[in-house]
C-alpha cells in the first residue's frame, strides 16, 4: 500500500452503531413474535365484535332470517338492517348505560369507543327505520320499550331487570318479537297457529340458549335477580335446559314446513344447544358462551342456506 493511500473504513450500519436496535429487529422478524403479535390483534378485534353486541347482533338477525325462510319469503334487506343495528344499539345500551350491570363497565377496555359506536349505529338504525311501514315500527316500539324498561328505572329506582326471575323470560320474549314477528309483520302474515308454535319454538330455544352465560355470570348477578341457576343451582338449570329443548323439538314437529330440510336442522340446532347447555359451568371459557354458544342461530342459518 502506498504512502498516499488511505486505509477505508469499513461502513458502519445502524446495526453495527447500536447492537441493542440488532437484537430489537431480530426479535422483530422473528416468526414466532409476529405470530404472538398477530393473535394479540386477532384477539382485540374478537374482543370488540363481542363487546360491541356485534355478534349477538349478527345471531339475533340470522334467526330472524331462519323464521322468515320457512314461511317462503325472501329476507327484506332493510327489515334484516334494522334489527342488525337496533340489536346493537339495544343490547349496548343495557350492558353500558351505567344503569342494570357495573360489571360489564368494569370489564370492558373501550367503553368510549362502543358508545361512539353504538351512536352510528342508532343512526343507521333510524335511517333504515324510515324505509319502514309504520305498522312494523309500532311493532319494533313495542319491544324496544321492553328493552328500555329492562334497564331503566321504572317504580323506587327498580327496573324489569330487578324483577326475581324475570330477566331470561324478558330477553327470550324480545327475542320472539324481533325474530318472528316483527319480520313476519312486514310480510303482513295474519296470525295463525303456526306462528303461535313457532314463537313458543322460538322462546324454549332461547331461554335455553340462555343458560349458559346465566351460569356463567352466577359470580356476578345480585341475589335479588333470581336466576334460574340461583335458584335452582347449575345442574337442575341444565336438566331444565334439557326439558326446554325436548319442548322445542315437540312443537318443530307439530308444524309444517316450505321444505323437509326445515325440521331436520331444527333437532340438529336442538341437539348441538344441549350439548352447549350439558357443558357450561361457572368458571367456564371466556369466549364459551360470549362466541360460541352465541353463535348456534348463526349455524342454524348457514345449515338452512346448505340445505
Given at each position: 500500500?502506498?504512502?498516499?493511500?488511505?486505509?477505508?473504513?469499513?461502513?458502519?450500519?445502524?446495526?453495527?452503531?447500536?447492537?441493542?436496535?440488532?437484537?430489537?429487529?431480530?426479535?422483530?422478524?422473528?416468526?414466532?413474535?409476529?405470530?404472538?403479535?398477530?393473535?394479540?390483534?386477532?384477539?382485540?378485534?374478537?374482543?370488540?365484535?363481542?363487546?360491541?353486541?356485534?355478534?349477538?347482533?349478527?345471531?339475533?338477525?340470522?334467526?330472524?332470517?331462519?323464521?322468515?325462510?320457512?314461511?317462503?319469503?325472501?329476507?327484506?334487506?332493510?327489515?334484516?338492517?334494522?334489527?342488525?343495528?337496533?340489536?346493537?344499539?339495544?343490547?349496548?345500551?343495557?350492558k353500558y348505560a351505567g344503569v342494570s350491570n357495573?360489571?360489564?363497565?368494569?370489564i370492558t377496555p373501550n367503553i368510549n369507543l362502543?358508545?361512539?359506536?353504538?351512536?352510528?349505529?342508532?343512526?343507521?338504525?333510524?335511517?333504515?327505520?324510515?324505509?319502514?311501514?309504520?305498522?312494523?315500527?309500532?311493532?319494533?316500539?313495542?319491544?324496544?320499550?321492553?328493552?328500555?324498561?329492562?334497564?331503566?328505572?321504572?317504580?323506587?329506582?327498580?327496573?324489569?331487570?330487578?324483577?326475581?326471575?324475570?330477566?331470561?323470560?324478558?330477553?327470550?320474549?324480545?327475542?320472539?318479537?324481533?325474530?318472528?314477528?316483527?319480520?313476519?309483520?312486514?310480510?303482513?302474515?295474519?296470525?295463525?297457529?303456526?306462528?303461535?308454535?313457532?314463537?313458543?319454538?322460538?322462546?324454549?330455544?332461547?331461554?335455553?340458549?340462555?343458560?349458559?352465560?346465566?351460569?356463567?355470570?352466577?359470580?356476578?348477578?345480585?341475589?335479588?335477580?333470581?336466576?334460574?341457576?340461583?335458584?335452582?343451582?347449575?345442574?337442575?338449570?341444565?336438566?331444565?335446559?334439557?326439558?326446554?329443548?325436548?319442548?322445542?323439538?315437540?312443537?318443530?314437529?307439530?308444524?309444517?314446513?316450505?321444505?323437509?330440510?326445515?325440521?331436520?336442522?331444527?333437532?340438529?340446532?336442538?341437539?348441538?344447544?344441549?350439548?352447549?347447555?350439558?357443558?357450561?359451568?361457572?368458571?367456564?371459557?371466556?369466549?364459551?358462551?360470549?362466541?360460541?354458544?352465541?353463535?348456534?342461530?348463526?349455524?342454524?342459518?348457514?345449515?338452512?342456506l346448505l340445505a
Amino acid at each position: 500500500m502506498s504512502p498516499g493511500k488511505r486505509r477505508q473504513q469499513p461502513l458502519r450500519t445502524s446495526s453495527t452503531l447500536n447492537p441493542q436496535l440488532s437484537t430489537q429487529n431480530h426479535i422483530s422478524s422473528n416468526p414466532l413474535n409476529l405470530y404472538i403479535q398477530a393473535m394479540k390483534i386477532l384477539k382485540a378485534i374478537i374482543n370488540f365484535y363481542i363487546q360491541s353486541s356485534m355478534h349477538v347482533a349478527l345471531a339475533v338477525t340470522a334467526l330472524a332470517v331462519v323464521s322468515v325462510m320457512q314461511y317462503g319469503f325472501v329476507p327484506e334487506p332493510v327489515v334484516l338492517a334494522f334489527i342488525f343495528f337496533g340489536t346493537i344499539v339495544g343490547y349496548n345500551f343495557v350492558k353500558y348505560a351505567g344503569v342494570s350491570n357495573q360489571h360489564n363497565l368494569k370489564i370492558t377496555p373501550n367503553i368510549n369507543l362502543i358508545r361512539g359506536f353504538s351512536v352510528l349505529c342508532l343512526i343507521a338504525m333510524g335511517y333504515f327505520g324510515l324505509k319502514l311501514p309504520v305498522n312494523v315500527l309500532l311493532a319494533a316500539a313495542i319491544f324496544g320499550g321492553l328493552t328500555l324498561l329492562y334497564a331503566l328505572p321504572l317504580y323506587k329506582s327498580r327496573n324489569l331487570r330487578g324483577l326475581s326471575g324475570a330477566k331470561i323470560y324478558i330477553i327470550a320474549l324480545v327475542w320472539v318479537g324481533v325474530t318472528v314477528l316483527l319480520p313476519l309483520e312486514y310480510h303482513n302474515m295474519a296470525f295463525r297457529l303456526k306462528i303461535l308454535y313457532q314463537c313458543l319454538e322460538i322462546f324454549f330455544f332461547v331461554i335455553a340458549l340462555t343458560l349458559p352465560f346465566e351460569i356463567r355470570d352466577l359470580k356476578y348477578d345480585e341475589k335479588e335477580l333470581g336466576t334460574i341457576p340461583q335458584k335452582l343451582g347449575i345442574r337442575k338449570t341444565k336438566w331444565l335446559g334439557t326439558a326446554l329443548l325436548i319442548l322445542m323439538a315437540g312443537l318443530t314437529s307439530m308444524q309444517t314446513y316450505v321444505t323437509d330440510a326445515y325440521p331436520v336442522i331444527s333437532y340438529i340446532i336442538a341437539g348441538i344447544t344441549l350439548i352447549a347447555v350439558g357443558g357450561a359451568k361457572e368458571n367456564q371459557n371466556k369466549y364459551y358462551a360470549s362466541l360460541w354458544v352465541e353463535s348456534i342461530p348463526i349455524l342454524w342459518l348457514i345449515l338452512l342456506l346448505l340445505a
